[in-house]
């Protein structure tokens, strides 16, 4: 998987290219990475912004392989496209996974080329789990106002809020380092940060938690949780 761009090959039929040449020109400049590969997992097309994040993918990967974990992330990805291509021309399959310390999703579509042999279509960006962070924050007189936990959530880095989350759902900080691969002091960190900055805009964090139990926001933590453990395979 490296960037190139194989759309003026002549080995190709001319739907193919087309089709190769229509995502190069949304793509191109894009910064959501994008690829494209055959039945044989070549790849046809790749922009700047792919060879970038796989450079990326490449290098944590090596890290995790002299830390123990003997599962690449490229054959992770070479599955699912596999389960996308099984399914027939058409289909859309889209999965989250982590790297490092980030979280990324990957949307594959099996591309419908008449008369073709399948063709897979690969973007990749970062997962983003915060909730209505692009929308305008606006502060009511009540500090416990719903809108509050919307602003403090958009504060709080996602690596912290992961940690912040184990600890909002009552698992210790050793529990935590143990899902999140961390040591227990940089959990415990952590967690404290965000308590800071959930105080600025309640009261106290006892007040922030009878917030999201009435509200119903704690689901907002399990959701996180469980998706965390989706992307860890737990």
């Not at 792919?50 to 990326?56: A, E, G, P, R």
């Not at 380092?177 to 009261?203: G, M, N, Q």
Request: a negative charge.
């Amino acid at each position: 998987m490296c960037a190139m761009d194989r759309s003026s090959d002549d080995s190709l039929s001319q739907s193919v290219r087309d089709a190769l040449n229509h995502i190069k020109e949304l793509y191109h400049s894009s910064p959501v990475s994008v690829c494209v590969r055959n039945d044989r997992h070549e790849v046809l097309y790749a922009n700047s912004s792919f060879q970038q994040v796989y450079d990326f993918f490449q290098l944590e990967s090596n890290k995790s392989i002299f830390s123990g974990n003997s599962v690449k992330l490229e054959y992770i990805l070479s599955q699912f496209e596999f389960d996308c291509m099984s399914l027939g021309k058409g289909c859309v399959l889209c999965k989250n996974f982590s790297c490092g310390d980030y979280y990324f999703q990957v949307r594959m579509e099996c591309m419908f080329i008449s008369d073709e042999c399948l063709y897979v279509l690969w973007q990749i960006n970062l997962l983003i789990q915060l909730p209505l962070v692009g929308r305008k924050i606006e502060f009511p007189d009540n500090p416990n106002a719903d809108v509050s936990f919307e602003f403090v959530i958009s504060k709080i880095p996602v690596r912290n809020l992961a940690v912040l989350s184990f600890s909002i759902l009552g698992f210790t900080y050793a529990e935590t380092a143990f899902y999140v691969d961390l040591p227990v002091s940089t959990v415990r960190k952590r967690v404290e940060k965000s308590r800071e900055i959930i105080k600025e805009s309640f009261s106290s964090y006892s007040i922030f938690i009878m917030h999201i139990y009435k509200t119903k926001r704690i689901f907002f933590f399990v959701d996180f949780v469980s998706e965390l453990f989706d992307v860890k395979h737990l």
